[in-house]
């Protein structure tokens, strides 16, 4: 129940600052910004500080910004026509610093996951700024006494025992030396998965057949390794930079597939806010980094999804600032509601679509 309250809180948390960083922007140049609201109406309460209306409201599926002019709101009024008379590129930064918080964001969370440690295969040898450090299985063969005992990718081996022997496990050679001396014999094993720890009992083979053993597995040694307050910001940039490229070329070749008659790649899937919750808890269950960094990604895609020029999104109303930046004069404001509002209405539907999907497979 924690987990479903922390993943809600964060899916949310995004949200808001993403339309936090659209209300500083506008704040920054002095145009006016009529509400801020964290969730939507019906309202709990608010309260008026200086020209804004700070509001709480009953439904928690993100924020609002309002500001008077960029749907089409209240063209007529003073408002509107301040915000219609600034710059482009002051309108176009506004729109804008809401997607670049979630880079921000990312960044930001990855600093902290590279300070906290970032899971990375070591030797047996290695000690140094190393935290969690485990023997984890990669791989079980077909019909090895680990894939019938249950065991799977992931797993970690904790400990080996038989008869009053007891050999807590913390490097790959020993794991190698246990079982090598003991083959064909049954022996018990301790392993943690997630936040699970269980013993199994199985018996070894009697050959060791090439890297995978008498167990029937492959194994690394694997640890968190943590950076200094200097080098993790440094990491958690460039990460999100590169984690920006793989978002984009993962899509390009999503759409390449689809469009050229490949269908959907092996592997992808479309998920909504169930499937995302779903995932978030799966990673809340491994560890507090690999939840940061899916938080990260997160919003790595958020960003990449609101740039993209579909109306209704970010991208969308920057084509439009465009459009009026090359012909001289404002778009019409109804046209262009209509057209978000049209877009807008589709995405929902899309949304549910996969919302249902995503129920579903819970079940």
Do not use: C
């Not at 804008?96 to 047996?124: H, K």
């Not at 949304?351 to 579903?360: N, R």
């Amino acid at each position: 129940m924690i987990t479903i309250i922390i993943t809600i809180v964060s899916i949310v948390g995004l949200l808001v600052l993403h339309e936090l960083g659209h209300f500083l922007i506008a704040k920054y140049f002095k145009i006016k910004v009529e509400e801020f609201g964290v969730g939507y109406p019906p309202k709990i309460f608010g309260k008026k500080i200086g020209e804004t209306i700070y509001s709480l409201n009953w439904l928690p599926f993100g924020a609002f910004v309002k500001i008077p002019g960029p749907d089409g709101e209240g063209e007529e009024t003073e408002d509107a026509k301040d915000y219609e008379g600034r710059p482009a590129w002051q309108k176009a930064a506004v729109l804008l610093g809401g997607v670049v918080s979630f880079w921000i964001i990312a960044a930001i969370l990855l600093t902290i996951v590279f300070s906290m440690g970032v899971p990375r295969a070591i030797s047996d040898t290695e000690t140094e700024n190393l935290v969690n450090v485990k023997v984890q299985i990669l791989a079980t063969s077909p019909d090895s006494p680990a894939r019938l005992a249950g065991l799977k990718s992931g797993d970690v081996i904790s400990e080996f025992r038989i008869g009053d022997l007891v050999v807590p496990i913390e490097t790959v050679l020993e794991v190698q030396e246990f079982t090598k001396e003991h083959k064909g014999e049954e022996i018990i094993i301790l392993i943690n998965r997630a936040e699970e720890s269980f013993e199994s009992s199985l018996v070894l083979r009697a050959d060791s057949p090439g890297e995978e053993g008498s167990l029937g597995v492959i194994i690394v040694r694997t640890a968190d390794r943590s950076y200094s307050w200097k080098e993790a910001p440094i990491l958690g940039i460039k990460a999100t930079g590169d984690l920006t490229v793989q978002v984009i070329l993962g899509w390009f070749n999503v759409l390449k597939s689809l469009f050229t008659g490949g269908g959907m790649p092996d592997g992808v899937q479309f998920v909504g806010p169930i499937g995302i919750g779903s995932l978030l808890n799966q990673a809340a269950k491994i560890g507090v980094n690999y939840f940061l960094q899916f938080i990260a990604m997160l919003a790595i895609y958020l960003a990449v999804l609101n740039i993209l020029p579909i109306p209704a999104l970010d991208g969308g109303r920057l084509v439009f600032l465009a459009v009026e930046k090359i012909k001289g004069s404002p778009i019409n404001k109804k046209i262009e509601q209509r057209v978000n509002g049209t877009v807008f209405l589709i995405l929902l539907l899309l949304m549910a679509f996969v919302t249902i999907k995503d129920v579903s497979n819970l079940f």
